[in-house]
């Protein structure tokens, strides 16, 4: 019995592991934010500061969020599964949030989007968890 998606599992790890790696440098950037301005984020008078410390993190996870959707487009191009760096791109971006891209893969590669699928979805889990975090932190003393 041949398992037809062997192959892609360990092709997948290279930009699932870079994602991750990337994904956890942004998440330390907003661990080191809240580190640094937590005590000013605690003073209750300070609304303003929070509002813009929630958006400030939000950007950021934003920013890491676009890493991986590039990492998996880089990873599509350069190994010559998708032609374009454009459609490249469009495929990652489509396929990370988990829309489901417009064409499908062909020949051999036909369900590795479905690997980027499933990472996006453990990365955006993993924003939710720390997203949370920090909200429940800041209004706890609410």
């Not at 330390?28 to 500061?49: E, N, T």
């Not at 813009?52 to 996870?61: D, K, P, R, S, W």
Request: aromatic share 14%.
């Amino acid at each position: 019995m041949k398992f037809e998606y062997a192959d892609q599992v360990l092709a997948a790890l290279i930009p699932l592991g870079l994602t991750v790696i990337f994904h956890g440098l942004g998440m330390d950037v907003v661990r080191r934010c809240y580190k640094r301005f937590r005590a000013d984020l605690l003073d209750s008078r300070r609304i303003g500061l929070r509002t813009f410390f929630m958006i400030a993190i939000v950007a950021i996870m934003l920013v890491t969020h676009f890493f991986g959707v590039v990492i998996w487009a880089g990873f599509y191009f350069l190994a010559g599964i998708i032609a374009s760096a454009q459609d490249a791109m469009l495929y990652s971006m489509l396929s990370y949030t988990t829309i489901g891209a417009p064409h499908e893969l062909r020949g051999h590669w036909t369900g590795f989007g479905g690997f980027e699928a499933m990472t996006g979805m453990l990365m955006f889990g993993w924003s939710t968890a720390v997203l949370a975090t920090l909200s429940q932190k800041i209004h706890s003393i609410d």
